[in-house]
């Protein structure tokens, strides 16, 4: 549910905040002249801070302080302080004291009276800082919640999705099929079935783990795939690029692979998956093509989209801006193509 208020709700508190914070001193005071005086002494200063703090909160902060550009920002600051100061001396010179008609003007630009705008100044960009800062910390903790729940639930879907009495029954079956025939590669079976499942329930709890634990992960699942669909579906897997400098999410890119497997078999004519893993400095891409069988060559399952929702929207949390999913889908190709910047 949207639980976000309405622009126009935002903007009518923002401006009763706005005229109350700046009728506090005439109604604490009450200055000479009434309401009219005070109107034209304040005008400008309460004009400018408004400006100033908009300034502040919706451009300057995002573009300096959130980028740590700490240095430029102080220096905006100060400028946006001294033209703000200097436009207020300018306006008692030339509005309010003839308006008023005093007998001593003060001279213009860098006058004594030139820093008294200077207070509300401040408390305005203060005040804009602190509340950025809190909003930006408060939204970062709702991402992190919700990433946490993302994750939790990814893990239980490929845990039901893997982890079920189907893909364990025929695991088990192709390595107690290749224990009667005495084949020597029962071991190398059982060893990539339990380096599987320590994977998925242990070592997926991390918040992040090496890229090579992902791809050894990768392999095991589908050399286990090899054995139940022996030479039937030609299976390539090709990385390129150094592997241990990269560390990402655990789980991120199997559904991809799983996905594969699940709707590019056929037992009647040629299938290929294709997989290719690259890693340049800070980047990563991986791209997964299955051949699509026709469809009475396969049971009617999921669309292929609805499985891949999940990671989608891990992709969103975790590399906001800095992913780009794009899928192919035709009559005979099902491809996708993940671009992440590290």
């Not at 799983?258 to 290719?276: C, L, Q, T, V």
Request: hydrophobic fraction near 45%; charge should be positive; include cysteine.
């Amino acid at each position: 549910m949207n639980t976000e208020r309405p622009f126009w709700v935002t903007f009518l508190i923002n401006c009763v905040i706005w005229v109350f914070l700046f009728f506090i001193p005439f109604l604490l005071m009450e200055p000479r002249g009434g309401i009219s005086s005070y109107l034209l002494r304040i005008g400008t200063t309460a004009t400018l801070t408004v400006i100033v703090y908009y300034l502040n909160y919706l451009f300057l902060i995002p573009k300096y302080l959130f980028k740590r550009k700490f240095l430029a920002y102080t220096l905006v600051i100060l400028l946006t302080l001294v033209i703000s100061c200097v436009l207020v001396d300018l306006y008692y010179y030339f509005v309010v004291s003839v308006v008023q008609n005093w007998h001593h003007r003060p001279e213009p630009i860098f006058s004594r009276g030139m820093w008294v705008p200077l207070f509300p100044l401040l408390t305005g960009i203060a005040i804009g800082i602190s509340i950025r800062l809190a909003k930006e910390w408060a939204r970062n903790e709702k991402e992190r919640r919700e990433l946490q729940g993302e994750k939790l639930l990814s893990e239980l879907a490929f845990l039901k999705s893997q982890v079920n009495p189907h893909f364990l029954f025929n695991t088990l079956n192709n390595i107690c099929s290749l224990a009667r025939k005495k084949s020597d590669d029962t071991e190398s079976a059982i060893i990539k079935l339990s380096q599987i499942m320590r994977y998925m329930i242990t070592d997926s709890r991390q918040d992040k783990v090496g890229l090579e634990e992902e791809v050894e992960y990768l392999n095991n699942f589908i050399e286990l795939q090899k054995i139940r669909l022996a030479d039937k579906v030609d299976i390539r897997f090709t990385i390129e690029g150094d592997l241990p400098v990269i560390q990402l999410e655990p789980l991120l890119l199997i559904p991809f692979v799983e996905n594969a497997f699940k709707h590019g078999i056929s037992y009647n004519d040629k299938s290929r998956i294709s997989i290719e893993l690259v890693t340049k400095p800070g980047e990563l891409s991986f791209m997964v093509e299955n051949s699509k069988p026709s469809m009475k060559d396969t049971p009617k399952l999921e669309e292929p989209g609805i499985g891949l929702k999940n990671v989608r929207r891990r992709l969103e949390l975790l590399y906001p801006g800095r992913h780009q999913l794009d899928i192919r889908d035709t009559e005979s190709v099902y491809q996708i193509m993940l671009k992440i910047k590290i």
